[in-house]
């Protein structure tokens, strides 16, 4: 079963900037909607962002509105998040899913591997 991947993660100082990439060749969407979640050690999966594939609309967390951007490519099947002005607390493993359009919640039971986001002050 093909799965969603996500790449672009790495380690930045504090004010930097990284564009997260989220996309399978081959992959069938059942939703309109992708999301980004990110997981910090010991805690759950926090949403971030979600589009809709069909329409452009996003709707952004507050702790990421005005510094994170959520773009789709339909051509390449492919969903990007731009992340701006990163700080320590947006340190986590970022991971993306199908999701609700209204919800935002996953649809499936499952994560991928995520890609690790470390911002050091």
């Known amino acids: 079963q093909v799965q969603l991947e996500e790449s672009g993660g790495g380690s930045v100082q504090a004010g930097g900037s990284l564009r997260l990439s989220c996309g399978a060749s081959?992959?069938?969407?059942?939703?309109?909607?992708i999301g980004w979640f990110r997981q910090a050690p010991g805690k759950g999966h926090d949403h971030v962002a979600r589009i809709n594939f069909k329409s452009g609309d996003t709707v952004y967390a507050d702790s990421v509105k005005g510094r994170f951007t959520v773009s789709r490519d339909n051509a390449k099947n492919a969903v990007y998040l731009q992340m701006n002005s990163l700080t320590p607390e947006d340190t986590a493993m970022y991971y993306c899913?199908?999701?609700?359009?209204?919800?935002?919640?996953?649809?499936?039971?499952?994560w991928g591997q995520g890609t690790q986001v470390t911002v050091s002050s």
């Open positions: 081959g992959y069938r969407y059942a939703s309109n909607c």
């Open positions: 899913a199908e999701v609700g359009c209204a919800s935002g919640q996953n649809l499936k039971a499952s």
